[in-house]
Antibody
Framework: EVQLVQSGGGLVQPGGSLRLSCAAS????????MSWVRQAPGKGLEWVAN????????YYVHSVEGRFIISRDNAENSLYLQLNSLRAEDTAVYYC?????????WGQGTQVTVSP | EIVLTQSPGTLSLSPGERATLSCRAS???????FAWYQQKPGQAPRLLIY???SRVTGIPDRFSGGGSGTDFTLTISRLEPEDFAVYYC????????FGQGTKVEFK
């Protein structure tokens, strides 16, 4: 059974940092692109970043470039998102997702709240 | 960036009725790399359709996707009570973008 189990998140002040983790199981993690998607309160879905199977390429939505870093550890079957210089508008539920034809499996989501 | 515009914003229907949801892209979607998702409150989205018209294994056949280029549709042939939710379209042919969502609500 494919599972993506997320951890991390929480409340952080503007300008602060957080690290999100996503532990994958039930599939060959190292052969799949992976993504992070977020959803602000009451809003729609927004793709944030994705990373190639071997970690050699990463792509970001413009609004997080230079502040967020996506990475992975294929030996640990884990995906990460480092969130730096956080702003109020980064407040959202963050999901990790397997990047196939569309996003076929999703984590349970983790709340990130940026507030003084 | 490809902008996706979904219509209508809200669809008010009764169980048993047919639902037709639309999504228009600001430019042609490469290879019709287009998906539809269902999201219920407090849950992660669920992939329903990929490559514009391919149904994910386990998704009921009352869900069907169509279209190509810049205009895509999701049709639910007969609404079941569990189908009332928010639906998002997504293109993955040129980076990745989502539409703003269509809420299917009880009439």
């Amino acid at each position: 059974e494919v599972q993506l189990v997320q951890s991390g998140g929480g409340l952080v002040q503007p300008g602060g940092s957080l690290r999100l983790s996503c532990a994958a199981s039930g599939f060959s993690f190292s052969t799949h692109w992976m993504s992070w998607v977020r959803q602000a309160p009451g809003k729609g879905l927004e793709w944030v970043a994705n990373i190639k199977e071997d970690g050699s390429r990463q792509y970001y939505v413009h609004s997080v470039e230079g502040r967020f870093i996506i990475s992975r550890d294929n030996a640990e079957n884990s995906l990460y998102l480092q969130l730096n210089s956080l702003r109020a508008e980064d407040t959202a539920v963050y999901y990790c997702a397997r990047d196939s034809l569309g996003y076929d499996f999703w984590g349970q989501g983790t709340q990130v709240t940026v507030s003084p | 960036e490809i902008v996706l515009t979904q219509s209508p914003g809200t669809l008010s229907l009764s169980p048993g009725e047919r639902a037709t949801l639309s999504c228009r892209a600001s430019q042609s979607v490469r290879n019709n790399y287009f998906a539809w998702y269902q999201q219920k409150p407090g849950q992660a989205p669920r992939l329903l359709i990929y490559d514009a018209s391919s149904r994910v294994t386990g998704i009921p056949d009352r869900f069907s996707g169509g279209g190509s280029g810049t205009d895509f549709t999701l049709t639910i042939s007969r609404l079941e009570p569990e189908d009332f939710a928010v639906y998002y379209c997504q293109q993955y042919g040129n980076s990745k973008t989502f539409g703003q969502g269509t809420k299917v609500e009880f009439k």
